[in-house]
T-cell receptor, first 111, second 116 residues
Framework: GEDVEQSLFLSVREGDSSVINCTYT??????LYWYKQEPGAGLQLLTY?????DMKQDQRLTVLLNKKDKHLSLRIADTQTGDSAIYFC???????????FGSGTRLQVQP | DTGVSQDPRHKITKRGQNVTFRCDPISEHNRLYWYRQTLGQGPEFLTYFQNEAQLEKSRLLSDRFSAERPKGSFSTLEIQRTEQGDSAMYLCASSLEEAGGPREQFFGPGTRLTVL
């Protein structure tokens, strides 16, 4: 999606924290989502955050939302090799039901 | 019902042939979506249904593409006269529309189409 941007690649060592960033241009989104895609598989919804929240924590996952800068991040604590995948942020299209996705960030976890 | 299922998982066809994919959503979900994903990109919206009604189509959905959801349950996506540019992963998702809810979309495993 043109208006959802992510960095392409992130490499971390097992046990470290990973931070995946996303920026978007449309500030009218009510929810923002993070999806995970493993090779050859469909997308798994990891978490979402409502636009009136700044932070949401769910076990090893922490989502931070900076509405002023239109910046969303996903922090994975104690990253494991099983976390290696492509991570997509997504937002609902304005006035539509579809989701607009970023191009995805490939997370590589080195043992 | 454990999730969204799609069939087939892989399809190889020759250019010019017709193909049809099936999606079975989560049973209580009233919305069903089709997306297309090419290598290195995020999914791109194609169309969606609320129950049996097709409410929106993307400009990506050329007239060679048709989707149906005849009884508001499973859906089919047909591509006629396939072209090499149709090669992609076709993803189906479903959601339960609730006022003010997060509208989480749950995705199936996808059908990977290769057009030779």
């Amino acid at each position: 999606g043109e208006d959802v941007e992510q960095s392409l690649f992130l490499s971390v060592r097992e046990g470290d924290s990973s931070v995946i960033n996303c920026t978007y241009t449309d500030s009218s989104s009510t929810y923002l989502y993070w999806y995970k895609q493993e090779p050859g598989a469909g997308l798994q919804l990891l978490t979402y955050i409502f636009s009136n929240m700044d932070m949401k924590q769910d076990q090893r996952l922490t989502v931070l939302l900076n509405k002023k800068d239109k910046h969303l991040s996903l922090r994975i604590a104690d990253t494991q090799t099983g976390d290696s995948a492509i991570y997509f942020c997504a937002r609902p299209d304005t006035g539509r039901r579809a989701l607009t996705f970023g191009s995805g960030t490939r997370l590589q976890v080195q043992p | 019902d454990t999730g969204v299922s799609q069939d087939p998982r892989h399809k190889i066809t020759k250019r010019g042939q017709n193909v049809t994919f099936r999606c079975d959503p989560i049973s209580e979900h009233n919305r069903l979506y089709w997306y297309r994903q090419t290598l290195g990109q995020g999914p791109e919206f194609l169309t969606y249904f609320q129950n049996e009604a097709q409410l929106e189509k993307s400009r990506l959905l050329s007239d060679r593409f048709s989707a149906e959801r005849p009884k508001g349950s499973f859906s089919t996506l047909e591509i006629q006269r396939t072209e090499q540019g149709d090669s992609a992963m076709y993803l189906c998702a479903s959601s339960l529309e609730e006022a003010g809810g997060p509208r989480e979309q749950f995705f199936g495993p996808g059908t990977r189409l290769t057009v030779l």
